[in-house]
């Protein structure tokens, strides 16, 4: 889906879920890049959520 459509379809229905979107895209890039520095540095995914809790 192109992304003027989706403006145009966020516009219709309030912007607020177009910002969700993007929050969402964002958190999963996060995640991924999370997941492949964890796998990089031979580190358990657990140990890396624990830190996370933690607030680190």
């Known amino acids: 889906m192109s992304k003027s459509l989706m403006i145009k379809r ?3 229905k309030g912007r607020h879920n177009l ?3 993007k929050v969402a ?3 999963e890039l ?3 890049e999370e997941i492949a520095a964890a796998k990089k ?4 995914l657990i140990m890396r959520m624990i830190d996370q809790a ?3």
Do not use: F, I, M
């Open 41 to 44: 540095h031979k580190r358990s």
């Open 30 to 32: 996060q995640v991924q």
């Open 10 to 12: 966020a516009q219709k």
């Open 54 to 56: 933690r607030g680190k």
């Open 25 to 27: 895209r964002k958190r």
């Open 19 to 21: 910002k969700r979107k």
